[in-house]
Nanobody, 128 residues
């Protein structure tokens, strides 16, 4: 069974940048649609960004559009989330998710139930 592991979280000042990574355990990663979600204390998990398995289609939450960029390196079984112009409201645990069953090459997914594999999360804290 595939596993995904996030890394790259930490503490950063407002206006700063971080890059999160999510490494998958299987080479079939290249056929998985991937997504990033986040959960702040006392709030529900929310969608951040998604990318199709080809990497040719992406989707972003309005709150991060223009600041965050999702990308993938299928040769290294890794998906990234580049986060720029960070704000205190971006503080949350960030989760990587994979949809492992076969899908169309352009499909992206923004709902948690559409993913079947989740990482443990990495904490991102943005100080004001």
């Amino acid at each position: 069974q595939v596993q995904v592991v996030e890394s790259g979280g930490g503490l950063v000042q407002a206006g700063g940048s971080l890059r999160l990574s999510c490494a998958a355990s299987q080479r079939t990663f290249s056929r998985y649609a991937m997504g990033w979600f986040r959960q702040a204390p006392g709030k529900e998990r929310e969608f951040v960004a998604a990318i199709s398995w080809t990497g040719s289609n992406t989707l972003y939450a309005d709150s991060v559009k223009g600041r965050f960029t999702i990308s993938r390196d299928n040769a290294n079984n890794t998906v990234y989330l580049q986060m720029n112009s960070l704000k205190p409201e971006d503080t949350a645990v960030y989760y990587c998710a994979a949809r492992t069953y076969t899908i169309g090459p352009m499909q992206v997914f923004a709902r948690s139930p559409e993913y079947d594999c989740w990482g443990q999360g990495t904490q991102v804290t943005v100080s004001s």
